[in-house]
């Protein structure tokens, strides 16, 4: 089934940089499987773009990638894009991902409240391990994909039709398997010092629904 | 009394700050809008003590204490934070 997914990717700092190339890979299998994509990458990730979007298209779910907070998820240049100050009426019914940090705990559970159908996110910084030598080719890292990867699994599950909890669980899933992987396999140093920051990512993911 | 020693916060700094030794120098790590971070920096907040130590301080013991009862290997799925 085609479904509308909007998504926010900002550009300035190294994070950024990371999630706006990782999330690409979501938006090709999206537009791959035929769903339509609207993307507000980089300048266009600022609060105007994504309401008059929201309401020419109005998308079934968003993908919010970038900096944030326990109240807060910011698009370019920390620009506030949802706060909790918000009505929140443009988002009604609609299933949001926020890929940044601990906007779960507040933004969540008020998000679900204003009638937000579910809100997957972290009640924690969202924490990820890069190797800065590969800062120019975001996805050729392995190290950061063991982490961006799982992620990633929330938004690919959502749009081949399964529920915010699949999805969520799925997404765990991929992090309690990579974790597994580097605990009983020989690894890189690199990548075994990765485990106790997956397992942080996997346990303070949230899927809020109603 | 259960006769067993309580650690102090000095002694699971000291753990923490071990623990970290461990990982490779070239990597960083990014913890979100608080920036991207080395391994030498993140030793250096943990021995400050200040918000990012406190949080690494809390990665860590949350990592060990799973490890300890075991919910590192459980069935995919034990972490459904769904509310």
Request: aromatic share 8%.
């Amino acid at each position: 089934m085609s479904q509308v997914l909007l998504v926010t990717r900002p550009n300035y700092d190294a994070a950024t940089t990371y999630l706006f190339h990782w999330s690409k890979l979501v938006l090709q299998l999206a537009k791959k499987k035929g769903n339509q994509v609207v993307d507000l990458p980089a300048s266009k990730a600022n609060k105007a773009d994504l309401l008059g979007r929201l309401q020419k298209i109005n998308p079934k779910f968003i993908f919010l990638n970038g900096h944030g907070n326990d109240t807060t998820v910011f698009g370019q240049d920390d620009e506030a894009l949802i706060t909790t100050k918000d009505t929140m009426d443009s988002f009604k019914n609609m299933i949001i991902y926020s890929r940044s940090c601990s906007s779960g705990k507040r933004l969540g559970p008020y998000s679900v409240n204003k009638g937000v159908k579910a809100f997957i996110g972290y009640t924690q910084p969202f924490i990820f391990i890069y190797d800065p030598s590969l800062a120019t080719r975001p996805l050729a890292d392995k190290t950061a994909g063991l982490f961006l990867d799982p992620s990633n699994m929330v938004v690919t599950t959502l749009i081949k039709g399964h529920s915010p909890t699949q999805a969520d669980k799925r997404s765990k899933d991929a992090f309690r398997k990579n974790i597994q992987k580097l605990l009983t396999s020989e690894t890189s140093k690199e990548n075994a010092s990765a485990v106790r920051f997956l397992f942080w990512d996997m346990k303070h993911q949230v899927c809020l629904t109603v | 009394m259960d006769g067993r020693k309580k650690i102090t916060s000095e002694e699971i700094k000291r753990l923490v700050v071990e623990r970290l030794k461990t990982m490779p120098s070239g990597m960083r790590i990014s913890i979100g809008g608080q920036g991207s971070f080395s391994k030498d920096e993140l030793l250096a907040k943990v021995e400050e003590g200040d918000s990012i130590g406190q949080e690494i301080i809390q990665v860590e013991l949350e990592y060990l204490r799973a490890l300890k009862k075991g919910e590192i290997f459980n069935e995919p799925g034990a972490f459904s934070n769904t509310a």
